[in-house]
């Protein structure tokens, strides 16, 4: 077996609802997932890589078993499947928004359940059941636990169960089926994880933790942008005082001029406040850019 061969390193994209935020956040790295109808396994623009499509619910178990060598799942799969993976690191990204999600304890809104002792003797539908159990056999509350292969908020409205746990990123589902929240359960969010024999490859673990090192720059950037803006160099020190920035601005000298080239980067939420107030200070010619990747 050549050693280019030999090198390959199987990764798990989550099919589904982030599997389109996972391939934009993947681009962003540096590498490129082609899917194709109906295949579960998507182009990758990496010779030494070979990617899959997963339920989220299934990859923890996949990479646990060898099947694969990494994969990104929630935080609540790894718990559910009571998966022994290595934790590689938290990416906290989502579908809807860059909050972890909330796996919650939700009754209907008319109900008399306040908090979830009230619950002792009924009925709770979830997918996530063995989580579930364990939450309330630690909180010493008898219930009993029915697996719900979906529609779940429905389950309360139909009478079928007293309460469920879902995971929401916003509530509004919940809200909108007549629910209401009386516990958290759990917050999670996604992470990158790997098989212990995988990690322990010299050559694999260095592939991983160059995939993170990458993916987490990328997550970086999303909250960054980089401003560029010429001015004299007599107004410096108004502008100073306005730029909030990782590191010092990079200032260089135009040509054959007493004017100044500056270059910083800032989050992305105060460039609508800085563009006047640097222009204001004597600042021209103020360009904004999107960033990919800040390592």
Not at 106 to 123: F, Q
């Amino acid at each position: 077996m050549s050693e280019e061969t030999k090198n390959i390193l199987k990764l798990g994209i989550p099919k589904g609802s982030l599997e389109e935020a996972t391939k934009k956040l993947f681009a962003k790295a540096g590498w490129k997932l082609t899917s194709h109808h109906r295949n579960y396994f998507p182009d990758i623009n990496d010779k030494n890589m070979k990617c899959s499509l997963c339920r989220a619910q299934e990859m923890a178990r996949y990479v646990a078993s060898g099947v694969l060598d990494v994969g990104l799942t929630g935080k609540d799969w790894i718990l559910e499947n009571e998966a022994d993976v290595v934790v590689v690191s938290d990416l906290i990204y989502s579908k809807v928004s860059a909050k972890p999600a909330r796996w919650v304890l939700a009754v209907a809104g008319d109900s008399p359940y306040k908090r979830p002792e009230d619950l002792a003797g009924k009925k709770i539908a979830t997918e996530f059941v063995t989580y579930t159990k364990k939450y309330f056999k630690n909180a010493g509350i008898p219930v009993t636990v029915d697996y719900s292969w979906g529609a779940t908020e429905a389950k309360v409205v139909e009478g079928l169960a007293d309460a469920i746990v879902e995971i929401t990123e916003t509530g509004t589902t919940i809200k909108a089926h007549g629910l209401r929240i009386i516990a958290e359960i759990l917050q999670t969010n996604t992470q990158l994880i790997a098989n212990k024999e995988a990690w322990q490859d010299p050559w694999k673990r260095a592939k991983i933790e160059n995939m993170n090192t990458l993916l987490q720059g990328a997550l970086r950037a999303e909250k960054l942008v980089a401003l560029k803006m010429n001015a004299p160099a007599g107004s410096m020190d108004a502008i100073m005082e306005i730029l909030p920035s990782m590191t010092s601005p990079t200032i260089a000298h135009l040509y054959n001029s007493d004017w100044l080239s500056i270059e910083v980067v800032v989050d992305s939420s105060h460039v609508r406040d800085l563009i006047p107030r640097l222009q204001e200070a004597g600042a021209e010619a103020i360009i904004e850019y999107a960033l990919n990747k800040v390592v």
